[in-house]
């Protein structure tokens, strides 16, 4: 508790130098509800001492999450600015993921089929670390969406010849022609943005339908063509072994993620959600293995099957 306290403190009195104005309030966002925890601000050295009552239902076992406890709400004044920080964070993060593979594709330290797989995986899944930052203000989806929807440009102009960048086509492409960022990957960017857009941290339907679309179809895609030797009877291009990876990491990683935000306190975790999670991932699974999951896209077909059954069961 006190190496978390004494972080958030740190990060606070940094962003008050920063210019979140002479209150001398924590510029953190509330991150659990009332429901989970309630928190006091002491004023012991710059207001910055937290003293945090855990409600007795609370999850044991989880030492940081649990030590986070719930800190005094962002006032308003300082929400925008705050947010357009996280906004600036959250772009470079993402920016910088991608920079990352750039620098792996021209080293040729993996095999391109498996490198773009692995920005398929690791872009989306880390965006979605970069949610809790944000505060409560129902413009910070909005700003978080810059980050997709500025990948989703960069698409196009790569793609359309406006920019060129040989590394970033060939770390995102299947064979290294510009043209074909204008297809999946740009699909990815808004799917992305979408469920950003629409369903933010208010519903598990938008984590699970990333989860989905990054690790599923990721995955997939990997063990499908390493042990892919059982060819399913009605698409040859797919396997049971990849089909099954499909199932297994989508369902794990929508748990995963439903859990630490559920953790956080944006929504809950029970039976129905679980449940909601393998019907999700069973959906998309048949969907991804379907002929015409090939003839379209994945990065639309499964996010669009996984957002319609997200609706009626999550």
Aim: aromatic share 10%.
């Amino acid at each position: 508790m006190a190496a978390s306290a004494s972080q958030l403190a740190l990060f606070a009195l940094h962003a008050r130098d920063q210019g979140f104005g002479a209150r001398r309030e924590c510029p953190i966002p509330r991150i659990l509800d009332k429901s989970r925890a309630s928190a006091s601000v002491v004023s012991v050295r710059h207001d910055l001492v937290f003293s945090t009552r855990r409600s007795s239902g609370s999850c044991a076992g989880f030492g940081l999450l649990q030590n986070m406890g719930s800190v005094a709400p962002l006032p308003q004044q300082h929400q925008l600015g705050y947010d357009l920080l996280m906004s600036a964070v959250t772009l470079s993060g993402a920016l910088g993921s991608l920079r990352f593979f750039d620098e792996l594709a021209k080293r040729d330290v993996f095999d391109k089929k498996l490198s773009r797989k692995l920005v398929h995986i690791c872009v989306g899944l880390i965006f979605m670390l970069f949610w809790p930052l944000f505060s409560d203000a129902p413009r910070a989806r909005y700003l978080a969406a810059i980050a997709p929807l500025t990948n989703a440009l960069r698409m196009v102009a790569f793609g359309t010849g406006l920019l060129e960048n040989k590394a970033f086509v060939k770390a995102v492409s299947r064979d290294g022609h510009p043209r074909e960022l204008l297809k999946g990957p740009l699909y990815y960017a808004i799917t992305i943005s979408i469920a950003t857009l629409f369903f933010w941290r208010n519903s598990p339907c938008g984590v699970v339908t990333i989860a989905n679309l990054c690790a599923g179809d990721g995955f997939a895609d990997i063990f499908g063509r390493k042990y892919g030797r059982w060819k399913l009877p009605y698409n040859p291009n797919k396997s049971l072994q990849g089909s099954v990876a499909m199932f297994v990491m989508s369902a794990a990683f929508s748990m995963l993620y439903t859990f630490l935000f559920s953790q956080l306190g944006y929504f809950d975790m029970g039976v129905r959600t679980i449940i909601g999670i393998v019907a999700v991932s069973l959906a998309t699974t048949v969907v991804e293995s379907l002929p015409i999951s090939s003839a379209l896209d994945d990065n639309l077909t499964v996010p669009a099957t996984a957002m319609a059954v997200g609706l009626l069961t999550l």
